[in-house]
């Protein structure tokens, strides 16, 4: 498998949303990264509806994938993607199938009936769960690692058009690492094992997809990365400091590649915040959520993010009503119309002054937006690709220049810290330097350091 | 790129992380709260500064003069109060609170040793995280919380089955049962554990938490009562010690909390 030593980008200037390298076509008439955003809409089914297949696809179906698509043709939105993250009971065939199929049937009536281009994006769940078992085979009573391949299956055999996983390969010692505050076990839970394990599912989700001739899209360290930004949380929480949290979304950009690595074309998931480090890498499509997202999640980089984004999403929503509709149709208006303005200065021209208004307003308000800042993103990009063929040395780097960056720019007064946020910034440098060189010293140890973390277990990772 | 060497960000936005920090240091919170006593100072300060390699020889000196009770109340508990101080007043985070509730236990299972049949706790909680929700880290916290505020928590751990969670709450006769989910089709899997309770008639309060729940679904079922955050659990759980039932606590829950 060939991995990414070269950046995509010659520069970082010459990333812009609407814009990827290499732009994808699917669905009823979506193109990605083509010239044009395309605002991204999901939603969670009301509690209830899951109680039998027939509920959940009317729920899915008749009530959300309708409402979006009418509020789409109501405000003259010429394109969207729809997202089903599919909930735990869609594990079952029984549940999953009617709603893939209803909603391709959905979109094609829309399409043909209205010209609106449309697609949708089935995320299927990942609930393997390190103490039964991470791979087939491992005897888990649940048998959630063959699950995930069948969920593959079952997507993309009913109409899937973009087929995305929010893998949880390295969790276990995410977890600890995050509440622990230990970052060398993030490096090596996330950005080791979880992109050894990315690796080995992506192939195979690959292989499914283009079996069916759906698209694989790319995968998010949401359970890592995202699980660290949102206990960091705003400017008043206590949990989690947001340099710590800075630095693992560094460090997961290395393992979120590796799907694209595999085969997978992009769009990659929105919640992956990582998207413009693996974007300036790859070339390949990113889908992002932001200040549009404000139903799901609050985070400190609302504008910023859609600096290079190919898709817009709202991240997720609960169907339920609202004064201006129902909430996917009031969060479609919220994002269509952010949207419109980014194509709006794409046509007039305008798409890198708007960039850099997007980036500039968030560029201080923290350090996790700072080093997503489209400059900042392409060094950490470039950190990455030095040592592009080894899972640890790249991963390592992308934290070590993250932590850099964000130390240089407090010492020059342009990002502004709290003394704590220095103090654990500091640690994290210190701790990632006098890590070895050598892969096999570094797995050494780190398998005695982390040998009481529980639920690790390294045949897990087929080691 | 545009040039923005002249903007004002003060005019973008407002950092009130760094303006409000509090400036005091973990030693100064240390000289009003650690005990007088220098043996139990010691035991305490290693818990306060989350010394994991020293506890242990610390409990074993006090040991020789003190009373094993008297370490763990007066010494590591105290140093333990110190840490949940900092972390109000925002001088320590979570990592803190983890390493030093670690510390604590280590001083903890040390000491209690001596004490013929084992330390007697404030009351046993079962938690738990929904069927079919793997995301556990906040029920995680929350169970290190609960043991440092002296609680006995059988962790039935994550992806668990409702009549699972209402067999062992048979088995065990807990005071109260935490469930957390993510997500909204696996949170409505603790109406149906609540009810199985009320049926077997357990009338005990059912906490129920998580990044999906809230306050109106978590007060819709009978036995239901919430928590936003994991912190929040450890003072609930204290009210309910007190005799305060699931519908006083729903009544009293912003000041319990602090909201």
């Not at chain 1, 960091?232 to 693992?248: E, H, I, K, P």
């Not at chain 1, 021209?349 to 800042?373: C, F, S």
């Amino acid at each position: 498998m060939a991995k990414y030593t070269k950046m995509a980008y010659g520069s970082a200037d010459e990333m812009v949303f609407g814009h990827a390298k290499e732009p994808v076509s699917y669905g009823f008439g979506i193109k990605v990264g083509a010239g044009r955003v395309i605002p991204e809409l999901n939603y969670g089914p009301r509690p209830g509806s899951e109680a039998s297949p027939e509920k959940l696809r009317k729920e899915y179906v008749d009530y959300i994938a309708k409402d979006v698509l009418n509020r789409c043709v109501t405000l003259g939105f010429p394109d969207v993607q729809l997202e089903t993250e599919w909930i735990s009971q869609m594990g079952d065939p029984k549940m999953a199938t009617p709603v893939v199929e209803g909603q391709k049937a959905i979109c094609e009536k829309y399409y043909e009936e209205y010209g609106i281009n449309c697609a949708v994006r089935q995320t299927i769940p990942d609930q393997r769960e390190a103490e039964e078992g991470y791979r087939p085979g491992m005897g888990g009573k649940h048998q959630y690692p063959e699950h995930l391949f069948q969920c593959a299956e079952v997507a993309c055999e009913n109409g899937a058009d973009v087929l995305s996983c929010e893998t949880l390969g390295g969790k276990e010692l995410g977890d600890y690492a995050t509440t622990n505050g230990d970052i060398v076990a993030f490096l090596f839970g996330i950005g080791y094992l979880g992109s050894i394990d990315m690796e080995y599912v992506w192939n195979e989700f690959v292989n499914i997809a283009k079996k069916n001739k759906a698209i694989a899209g790319g995968d998010t360290n949401c359970s890592g990365a995202n699980t660290s930004m949102f206990m960091a949380g705003g400017m008043l929480d206590q949990d989690v400091q947001r340099t710590y949290s800075a630095v693992t979304r560094a460090i997961a950009s290395a393992r979120t590649l590796v799907a694209w690595e595999c085969g997978a074309s992009g769009p990659d998931k929105d919640c992956g915040y990582e998207g413009p480090i693996c974007k300036a890498i790859a070339g390949k499509p990113c889908a992002q959520e932001g200040k549009n997202c404000q139903c799901a999640h609050a985070d400190l980089q609302g504008n910023l993010m859609a600096q290079v984004c190919d898709l817009w999403s709202n991240e997720s929503v609960e169907y339920h009503p609202e004064f201006g509709g129902t909430s996917v149709q009031c969060w479609m208006g919220s994002l269509g119309y952010e949207v419109a303005l980014m194509n709006t200065a794409i046509q007039t021209g305008k798409q890198k002054e708007l960039r850099d208004l997007y980036m500039i307003t968030d560029r201080e308000r923290g350090p996790e937006g700072h080093i997503l800042a489209y400059d900042n993103a392409y060094e950490i990009g470039k950190a990455i690709v030095s040592e592009g063929n080894n899972y640890y040395l790249r991963a390592k780097a992308a934290g070590l220049k993250a932590a850099e960056l964000i130390k240089a720019h407090n010492d020059a007064k342009e990002l502004q810290l709290t003394r704590k946020q220095r103090e654990v910034l500091e640690g994290i440098i210190k701790e990632l330097s006098a890590l070895p060189d050598d892969e096999d010293k570094f797995f050494e140890y780190c398998c005695k350091k982390y040998a009481d973390v529980p639920n690790f277990n390294l045949k897990n990772y087929d080691l | 790129m545009i040039d923005y060497s002249k903007v004002d960000f003060t005019k973008i936005l407002k950092r009130y992380d760094v303006e409000g920090q509090n400036e005091m240091t973990p030693e100064a919170i240390a000289k009003t709260m650690l005990p007088k006593d220098p043996v139990l100072y010691k035991v305490a300060e290693t818990v306060l500064y989350m010394k994991f390699k020293d506890v242990g020889p610390a409990v074993a000196e006090a040991l020789k003069s003190k009373d094993a009770l008297d370490i763990i109340n007066n010494g590591l508990v105290v140093g333990m109060e110190c840490v949940a101080k900092l972390y109000a007043e925002h001088i320590y985070y979570l990592p803190e609170i983890m390493m030093a509730a670690k510390t604590m236990e280590i001083g903890i299972a040390l000491a209690e040793k001596q004490i013929p049949g084992g330390r007697s706790t404030k009351g046993t909680v079962v938690m738990h995280a929904a069927e079919g929700d793997p995301h556990d880290i906040g029920k995680n916290i929350a169970a290190v919380m609960m043991r440092s505020s002296g609680y006995t928590v059988v962790d039935m751990g994550k992806d668990v089955a409702v009549d699972d969670v209402v067999a062992k709450v048979k088995e065990v006769k807990p005071f109260m049962v935490t469930g957390t989910a993510l997500m909204t089709t696996t949170m409505t899997a603790f109406p149906r554990a609540a009810a199985k309770l009320v049926a077997a008639g357990i009338n005990i309060p059912f906490m129920a938490a998580g990044g999906a729940v809230n306050r109106d679904f978590s007060e819709s079922f009978d036995l239901g009562i919430y928590s936003e955050k994991a912190p929040q659990t450890p003072p609930i759980a204290d009210k309910v010690l007190e005799g305060y039932d699931w519908r006083k606590i729903r009544e009293e829950w912003d000041h319990i909390v602090g909201a």
